[in-house]
């Protein structure tokens, strides 16, 4: 596995206090199981001694949270791919603010169980909002804050929506069940993924998210070992726009 180009890159979180922090976020379709994946990935690195942050989009705040109620149980009222993208911005703004930013100070870990891609590849890709007026947007949400290294979750959008389809129906999002996000809506999120990670290939990790979760978890650690512990010192998993 070659990380070189990845480790070229790297930023520090917090130079003056001498604190290291890692950024790493999971990303996928519907269905690929990354909240799964990423409670798995932290409960890994804490048994490897790491100390970690396990959040996730939209909530990880109060704000966040309520947030989240609105944008993914809420009512199936008319809303704009603009209105959902704004929202997701607000939530993530708070999250920076609050959890990841004092956890990458401290010299942790953060997993999050998806971040700003998730917006540019659902609202954009999916939802047709311009994507440059969204990067702008989440340069602002975030202050720059940008994973250094995104997992993603792989698999055809019909076979996600058919693993939601089989749990609990409560568990659906108005993503899953509505009409207005059909299997075309969620193929080109896909393909807006694979976009993603094609021209950033530095900071994206693709990873077969179709196979057994035990298979999937373990081809999760060795990248993140990888990139934990490269051969060579260097800095954190986290980018800053500039």
């Given at each position: 596995m070659v990380l070189d180009g990845l480790a070229a890159r790297l930023w520090r979180v917090d130079a003056t206090a001498g604190k290291i922090g890692y950024?790493?976020?999971?990303?996928?379709?519907?269905?690929?199981?990354?909240?799964?994946?990423?409670?798995?990935?932290?409960?890994?690195?804490?048994?490897?001694?790491?100390?970690?942050?396990?959040?996730?989009?939209?909530?990880?705040?109060?704000?966040?949270?309520?947030?989240r109620e609105i944008l993914l149980q809420g009512d199936d009222a008319a809303r704009s791919p603009e209105a959902d993208a704004l929202l997701f911005m607000a939530a993530r703004s708070q999250l920076v603010r609050d959890v990841i930013r004092p956890a990458l100070g401290r010299g942790e870990v953060v997993v999050c169980d998806r971040f700003g891609d998730s917006t540019i590849a659902y609202q954009g890709y999916g939802g047709g909002v311009d994507v440059d007026t969204l990067r702008v947007l989440e340069r602002v949400a975030t202050g720059g804050l940008r994973p250094g290294l995104v997992i993603l979750l792989d698999l055809p959008a019909s076979e996600g929506l058919t693993r939601r389809a089989r749990g609990e129906p409560g568990e659906l999002t108005r993503?899953?069940?509505?009409?207005?996000?059909?299997?075309?809506?969620?193929?080109?999120?896909?393909?807006?993924?694979?976009?993603?990670?094609?021209?950033?290939?530095?900071?994206?990790?693709?990873?077969?998210?179709?196979?057994?979760?035990?298979?999937?978890?373990?081809?999760?650690?060795?990248?993140?070992?990888?990139?934990?512990?490269?051969?060579?010192p260097i800095g954190p998993l986290v980018r800053m726009n500039r």
């Open positions: 950024f790493i976020t999971l990303e996928g379709p519907d269905g690929a199981g990354k909240s799964l994946q990423a409670a798995r990935l932290a409960d890994t690195l804490r048994q490897a001694g790491r100390r970690v942050t396990l959040t996730r989009e939209p909530g990880g705040t109060p704000l966040g949270e309520r947030i993503f899953e069940r509505s009409d207005a996000h059909d299997i075309a809506f969620h193929e080109r999120v896909r393909s807006g993924y694979l976009e993603l990670a094609r021209l950033d290939p530095d900071r994206w990790r693709v990873v077969d998210g179709s196979r057994d979760r035990d298979a999937v978890a373990d081809e999760i650690g060795r990248v993140v070992q990888a990139t934990l512990t490269p051969s060579e």
